[in-house]
Every structure is written in structure tokens, then in C-alpha cells.
């Protein structure tokens, strides 16, 4: 978890607080190669840092919900020519916007957050890659038991 070093002694998150969060490049970066599901977990811990427990928790079922719309997408809407990067760049652009405007926010009444360290964007995208392959084998193991003559699986 992203920890808070206090420089006084306020629990809210206050001016006082030194806050270390993910910045939007980190968030950006960590959600091009772990994709929506790295970009909740990251918006998650920004969230935490200033005991947002709600926008944790959002952040956090955003990002599923994004990977599953995402995998929805990229199985059943999206022609086959379309470039993962495409895919990969528009969730990493929309994620880095979202974490600027929340920078804004947090920097108009407090002090500018400390930035996390790179190693945990690294880990936490590694993360979301691992999950999300393990989430796509289930699904394409499970569709091919089920339906073994699809035409998806032909080509």
C-alpha cells in the first residue's frame, strides 16, 4: 500500500500530510501495459494515500469493469486489424487524464503529493498482466469446452 509520512498529526489526508501517490506519467505508463485493470489499482492507491476509501473502491471496480468491457471489446466488436497499441493507447491516454485532473485537484488545496517510486508501477502492471491472462486463458479454455466448433476459434 502507498504509505503517508506525517509531518504533524491529522489522519484525513489534510495540507499537512506528506502524500506519496502515482503521478499521471506513472499511471499513463503503468495502465498502457497492464491496462484498465493496472489503472484501477493505481487510482486505487492514490486514492487510499488520502483515506478515500469510496474512490477507492471505485477506482478499484472501474478498473475490472474496464477490463471486462475491454476483453468484450477485443473478442466480439472490434475487427481483427485494429492494433492493440490503438487499444492500449486510448486506455493509457484516458487513465493519465483522469489521474491529471485528480493532481489538479489534490495540488489546488494541499501540497503537491510525492511521487511513488517507479519499481511499484512496474509490479503493480506486472500484476494486472498476470491476472489478465489467467482471466483470458479461463475464458477461451471455457469457450472451447463449450462450444468446440465455433466459429471463433477456427480462424
Not at 506528506?18 to 492514490?46: C, D, H, M, Y
Not at 487524464?97 to 503529493?113: E, G, I, L, N, V
Not at 475464458?139 to 471463433?152: F, I, K, N
Amino acid at each position: 500500500p502507498t504509505t503517508t509520512t506525517p509531518s504533524a498529526t491529522p489522519t484525513d489526508g489534510s495540507a499537512t500530510e506528506e502524500v506519496v501517490w502515482f503521478s499521471p506519467k506513472q499511471v499513463g505508463i503503468g495502465t498502457f501495459f497492464g491496462g484498465p485493470l493496472a489503472a484501477g489499482l493505481l487510482l486505487r492507491e492514490n486514492a487510499r494515500a488520502v483515506r478515500d476509501e469510496s474512490g477507492a473502491q471505485n477506482a478499484l471496480w472501474g478498473g475490472i469493469g474496464g477490463t471486462a468491457l475491454l476483453l468484450v471489446l477485443a473478442l466480439f466488436v472490434l475487427p481483427d486489424n485494429v492494433p492493440g497499441t490503438v487499444i492500449g493507447g486510448a486506455t493509457a491516454l484516458a487513465a493519465h487524464s483522469m489521474t491529471k485532473q485528480q493532481w489538479a485537484r489534490r495540488t489546488a488545496s494541499h501540497p503537491t503529493p510525492r511521487t511513488a517510486e517507479n519499481g511499484r508501477v512496474v509490479k503493480i502492471s506486472l500484476l494486472a498482466m498476470g491476472v489478465l491472462l489467467i482471466v483470458i486463458l479461463l475464458v477461451v479454455g471455457v469457450g472451447v469446452g463449450l462450444y468446440p466448433d465455433a466459429e471463433l476459434w477456427q480462424e
